[in-house]
């Protein structure tokens, strides 16, 4: 079983940064990749970035792309989502999610553990 834990969420102005980590702990061996939803008041769970096992390969949601890079430091157990030129819209809950395997899938269904989450809140 593995275990996240999500950080760095947090209130920022429109226009503002935020990272958010995300710490992977217990049956860590093997490969798995990570990715990173979001759930805004009233809305499903919707997919940001994934990031594949080596590093090589991410993806992103058409609404982030351009504003946002996932990373994985694999010593760490970590992935990383840098987010930058933050809007209102980007305000929800983050959850970090782990799959097993090497390509990173962008449904949540594929995913087998997931965090707590972190809040990010936007204001205008």
């Known amino acids: 079983q593995v275990q996240l834990v999500e950080s760095g969420g947090g209130s920022v102005q429109a226009g503002g940064s935020l990272r958010l980590s995300c710490a992977a702990s217990g049956r860590t061996s093997g490969r798995y990749c990570m990715g990173w939803f979001r759930q805004a008041p009233g809305k499903e769970r919707e997919f940001v970035a994934a990031i594949n096992w080596s590093g090589s390969s991410t993806s992103y949601a058409g609404p982030v792309k351009g504003r946002s890079t996932i990373s994985r430091d694999k010593g760490k157990n970590t992935v990383y989502l840098q987010m930058n030129n933050l809007k209102p819209d980007d305000t929800a809950v983050y959850y970090c999610?782990?799959?097993?395997?090497?390509?990173?899938?962008?449904?949540?269904?594929?995913?087998?553990?997931w965090g707590q989450g972190t809040q990010v809140t936007i204001s205008s």
């Open positions: 999610g782990v799959q097993s395997g090497t390509y990173a899938s962008t449904r949540e269904n594929d995913y087998n553990a």
